[in-house]
């Protein structure tokens, strides 16, 4: 659907209230459930889980309850314009090293992940880029669209292997055009991002490596929701912007206080709560920013539809639909 374009009339976004009543076709019942009402008849059908044939196939899916309470964003719009983009999307395998976008490239499509996590780097020079952010199912990757910009303005590469909803750029332009629900949580999305820029800068001028590390340890925790992963030295070295040196000595430092463990890139966190006391402040403000602005408690009296509780701890074209 190119940009621009009028939705079909069988698509119909919901308000901020979603209090506006659906409209009812000739010979239709009429139906008290809005947002079922505003589906073609072939869509109308309660989900009971998706077909082993039409995962392989690629089919769209429409299973609101399976995927969105696992992405924050999705789970934050009305009922009727989470369950559009959905249907008009499909789950990807996100596989590490899978480079979903690159700067000044134009954006073919958007990802909201469901597991895994993508890291986002700048360049610095050609043979040196540092991490300027990290994205898990609290985000999305293609953002930029919402601003007016095809093109992505950093590099976003699969850190952490997992699965996506991935949508058409022109899908998601199209959506943002007709929902305000999905307009204001991709404004409000912005703004977090754009204070985690803000306290990452200050960060990397005031705070000690080690800090810095426990606070990067601390959020790729909670994007790959398991004490366990994989971060080599090097990816270490460009999410702290040091040399590789420097990382080990960070490294060292945290392993003695046996606040995690470290063996060829697979790091075990042991303490959490330890590593968050060793961490910096910008953690926890990264944390309160995202609660205060996309959380449950919202400005101006207006809550989202759904509370985006903290995590705990306990592709492009080529992309493969799930087997």
């Given amino acids: 659907m190119p940009h621009g374009t009028v939705a079909p009339r069988h698509i119909r976004f919901c308000t901020l209230t979603n209090t506006v009543p659906a409209p009812v076709r000739e010979g239709a019942a009429k139906t008290s459930v809005r947002y079922r009402a505003d589906f073609p008849p072939a869509q109308r059908q309660p989900f009971r889980g998706f077909p082993a044939t039409a995962l392989r196939e690629g089919v769209n899916l429409l299973a609101t309850k399976s995927i969105m309470p696992r992405n924050r964003l999705l789970g934050a719009l009305c009922p009727a314009d989470r369950e559009w983009l959905l249907s ?62 095809d093109s992505s303005p950093v590099h976003a590469l699969v850190q952490g292997p997992g699965k996506a909803l991935q949508l058409e750029a022109d899908v998601f332009e199209t959506a943002l055009g007709n929902s305000a629900t999905l307009q204001r949580v991709m404004q409000r ?109 919202q400005s101006r009296g207006k809550p989202l539809e759904t509370e985006l509780t903290p995590v705990s701890s306990p592709l492009r074209n080529s992309a493969k639909p799930i087997n």
């Fill in 88 to 149: 008009q999307g499909k789950i990807v395998l996100l596989p590490f090293g899978r480079v979903l976008a690159e700067p000044g490239q134009l954006l073919e499509s958007v990802y909201f992940p469901l597991s895994g996590f993508i890291s986002l780097f700048t360049a610095v020079d050609e043979r040196h880029s540092i991490e300027v952010g990290l994205i898990g199912n609290e985000g999305m990757v293609g953002s930029s669209l919402a601003l007016g910009v």
């Fill in 189 to 297: 999305y912005l703004h977090v991002v754009l204070g985690n820029l803000a306290q990452a800068a200050a960060c990397s001028r005031f705070h000690l490596v080690e800090a810095r590390l426990a606070r990067w340890l601390l959020m790729t925790q909670d994007r790959a929701h398991s004490p366990d992963f994989h971060l080599t030295h090097e990816l270490l070295a460009h999410m702290l912007g040091v040399r590789r040196v420097g990382v080990t000595k960070a490294a060292t430092a945290l392993q003695q206080r046996r606040l995690i463990r470290y063996s060829r890139g697979d790091i075990t966190v042991l303490d959490r709560t330890g590593l968050e006391r060793a961490s910096c402040t910008c953690y926890r403000a990264d944390r309160a920013l995202y609660e205060e602005i996309l959380g449950s408690r």
